[in-house]
Every structure is written in C-alpha cells, then in structure tokens.
C-alpha cells in the first residue's frame, strides 16, 4: 500500500475542520452534517489501518462491518448535501421522498447483509465481496472484504447489476437528477466511482478510495464560490413546475 495511515489521519483532519468551519458559519445543517459524516469515515478507515489483515481480531472485523453500514447510510447524507443546490421551494417538496428511497435503498443493503440461504454467497467481483469479514489491504490504500449475500440474483435480477449494489447508484447518481443536481453528480462521479476503478481493480478497496476522496465534497461546502457554480439553474424540472430558483 502507498498510501499510509498517516495520509488518512491528514484526511480525517481536513474533514474534521471543514465540518467546524460550516458549523460557525452557520450553514445549513446538512453541509457540516455531510462533512462530519464523511470525516467518521477517514476515522474508520485510520482505525483500520491499525489492525488490517488480522481478520480474527473483533476490532478489524467490528470496522469492517461499520464501513458498511456508513455506505448503508451514505446516501440520505449526500442527498441532503445535493439538495441545498437545488431552490428551496423545490427542496422543501421532495425532500420526504427522497429520504424515503434513501430508506428502502438502506433497507435493501441490510438485507444483503443478512447470511439467507436461499440468496446464496455474493458474486465473485462485486463491489466488496469476500470472506470472512475483515478489513485488508489493498493495491494502495485498505479495503473490505463482506460476506453479503446475491440476493439480487435470487429474485431474478442480474447479479452485477450496480457492481451489486443498485440501490446505492440509484440514490447516490440517478435520485439527484430529480431535482437538478446534475453538476454535483458528475462531480461526485469523477472523484468517485471513475477515479477509484481507475487506481484499483479491487472490488473490495475501491469503495474504501471512493470514501476517501468523497471528502473532496469538501472544496464545494467551503468555498461559496465553487457551491454556486453546482447550483441547479432555470432548467429542468424547475421550468415544468414554474419554479424558479
């Protein structure tokens, strides 16, 4: 691994910051709520770092379970951050179902968790399958290694739809669309998804990269500038209901 434990304390530091910076400017609540999110992440993944590879000892695997459940939950909080691009008006109307597809997004991602019988073991290949639980190390950074189950294929479904985890993509780059954050989500891609596959062809440590460079949500959150460059515009689907920004 080139990237160090170090290099993520600086990570967790930089979130950290920026999460009390937005707080004192008094941003609306889900900025620093993002960022401190995002930061607990870094904190994970430090922890991590201490204890990679001993796939026996509780707290390696107690760390890969959260990081789990930290993706599990990550889109109510990268939808409530996309959401103050968009006008208020339009915010205050879809907020209840947005939050809502977060949940079954949740919902679905526990129960793949779940060892069902009838599912089977996740597909080789799929974004973080692998067993036992454990947090290891990865071509450059760590990664984790969970044993889910393919309960997409169970009922019928591709098994690689998503790289595994449909939900997550829908909520996280399809739900945000709906309300015109089209400039945030393919920001959110590219230091994402596309550069993660880029540095790794792990399926277990390229959610772990794209964690850690999600704390680049922090350039939009600080800087007023840049935020208002991510801003939905006049567009679509504000023109079809008369709102305007």
Same mark, same amino acid.
């Given at each position: 691994?080139?990237?160090?434990?170090?290099?993520?304390?600086?990570?967790?530091?930089?979130?950290?910051?920026?999460?009390?910076?937005?707080?004192?400017?008094?941003?609306?609540?889900?900025?620093?709520?993002?960022?401190?999110?995002?930061?607990?992440?870094?904190?994970?993944?430090?922890?991590?770092?201490?204890?990679?590879?001993?796939?026996?000892?509780?707290?390696?695997?107690?760390?890969?379970?959260?990081?789990?459940?930290?993706?599990?939950?990550?889109?109510?909080?990268?939808?409530?951050?996309?959401?103050?691009?968009?006008?208020?008006?339009?915010?205050?109307?879809?907020?209840?179902?947005?939050?809502?597809?977060?949940?079954?997004?949740?919902?679905?991602?526990?129960?793949?968790? &779940?060892?069902?019988? !009838? %599912?089977? =073991?996740?597909?080789?290949?799929? @974004?973080?399958? +692998?067993? /036992?639980?454990?947090?290891? #190390?990865?071509? &450059?950074?760590?990664? !984790? %290694?969970? =044993?889910?189950?393919?309960?997409? @294929?169970?009922? +019928?479904? /591709?098994?690689?739809?998503? #790289?595994?985890?449909?939900?997550?993509?829908?909520?996280?780059?399809?739900?945000?669309?709906?309300?015109?954050?089209?400039?945030?989500?393919?920001?959110?891609?590219?230091?994402?998804?596309?550069?993660?596959?880029?540095?790794?062809?792990?399926?277990?440590?390229?959610?772990?990269?794209?964690?850690?460079?999600?704390?680049?949500?922090?350039?939009?959150?600080?800087?007023?500038?840049?935020?208002?460059?991510?801003?939905?515009?006049?567009?679509?689907?504000?023109?079809?209901?008369?709102?305007?920004?």
């Amino acid at each position: 691994m080139c990237f160090s434990l170090g290099a993520t304390v600086a990570m967790a530091g930089i979130g950290a910051a920026a999460t009390a910076i937005t707080m004192r400017r008094r941003e609306p609540p889900a900025i620093p709520a993002t960022l401190a999110w995002f930061t607990l992440m870094e904190i994970l993944q430090v922890v991590g770092y201490l204890v990679v590879d001993r796939c026996t000892d509780p707290l390696n695997q107690t760390i890969a379970l959260l990081s789990y459940l930290h993706i599990v939950f990550q889109p109510f909080f990268v939808n409530a951050f996309a959401m103050e691009l968009a006008p208020q008006g339009v915010r205050a109307r879809m907020r209840g179902a947005v939050f809502l597809c977060c949940g079954v997004s949740a919902a679905v991602m526990l129960l793949q968790l &779940w060892p069902f019988e !009838w %599912a089977g =073991p996740c597909s080789t290949g799929a @974004a973080l399958c +692998g067993s /036992p639980l454990c947090t290891v #190390s990865g071509e &450059w950074h760590i990664g !984790w %290694a969970i =044993p889910g189950n393919d309960l997409l @294929a169970a009922i +019928g479904l /591709p098994s690689r739809l998503g #790289s595994g985890f449909p939900t997550y993509v829908m909520t996280v780059f399809l739900l945000p669309l709906a309300y015109g954050a089209s400039r945030f989500v393919l920001f959110h891609a590219l230091v994402g998804p596309i550069l993660a596959w880029r540095l790794t062809a792990s399926p277990q440590e390229a959610p772990a990269i794209w964690c850690l460079f999600s704390i680049g949500i922090v350039l939009i959150a600080l800087s007023p500038w840049i935020r208002r460059r991510f801003e939905a515009g006049q567009g679509w689907p504000w023109r079809a209901s008369g709102q305007a920004p």
